[in-house]
């Protein structure tokens, strides 16, 4: 058991550290809005993502292998959904009024945390994740829901710190790119990388 369960600690830091989607979006919300008001993104993005787990292992995955069409029409809005959102971090406003810290941030608005955690239900990595996560460390003489619930508790506890490196980094970056031209091409890029995320995943 305890094999396991540091299996899944390392599976979960993986999944949720490395770039992806949440992460290249979170760490431009740092960048243009700020920590404080990109914490519901956050805790959208860590409580979602550990939701969306425990739903496939609890039967939404088979579901989902028994209609193929459920697969592929998320699947389909997914990829709508990121290009909408990176077109979205490409064409973000520009510094235009001040935080509780006195410096500028877009005048624009970050995720809630219901939209971030119901971006996870079309967020093509998340959905690799839960799914690995499942048919990884799951076996048929436990119980499932008790397995189920130890693997979205680790990811859920694992990808607050993950996430949270790339919101301080980004908030990290805006005395850097406090210029408006270097702010911009900044989100182009990230734009560019969340669109070729997608590319990656898909």
């Not at 809005?77 to 979205?88: P, Q, S, T």
């Not at 048919?135 to 619930?149: I, K, P, R």
């Not at 949270?164 to 989100?187: E, H, M, Q, T």
């Amino acid at each position: 058991m305890t094999e396991t369960l540091l299996a899944i600690v390392l599976f979960a830091i993986t999944m949720t550290g490395t770039p992806g989607p949440n992460n290249i979006m979170i760490m431009t919300s740092g960048l243009n809005f700020g920590i404080r008001r990109s914490l519901p993104h956050f805790f959208g993005i860590c409580i979602g993502t550990a939701v969306l787990v425990f739903s496939v292992g609890m039967g939404l995955g088979a579901l989902f292998s028994e209609y193929d069409w459920l697969h592929t029409g998320v699947k389909v809005l997914g990829v709508g959904y990121l290009l909408f959102l990176a077109w979205k971090i490409a064409n973000a406003a520009p510094p235009a009024r001040n935080d509780i810290d006195g410096e500028a941030v877009s005048a624009g608005t970050p995720l809630t945390f219901f939209q971030a955690m119901l971006f996870q239900w079309v967020n093509p990595k998340a959905w690799i994740i839960s799914i690995g996560a499942i048919a990884a460390f799951t076996t048929g003489d436990q119980s499932l829901f008790l397995q189920v619930a130890v693997i979205a508790t680790v990811l859920l506890v694992c990808a607050h710190p993950c996430v949270a490196i790339w919101l301080v980094f980004g908030y990290s970056l805006r005395k850097l790119l406090a210029d408006p031209v270097k702010r911009r091409l900044f989100n182009w890029t990230m734009a560019i990388l969340l669109v070729a995320s997608v590319v990656t995943i898909v």
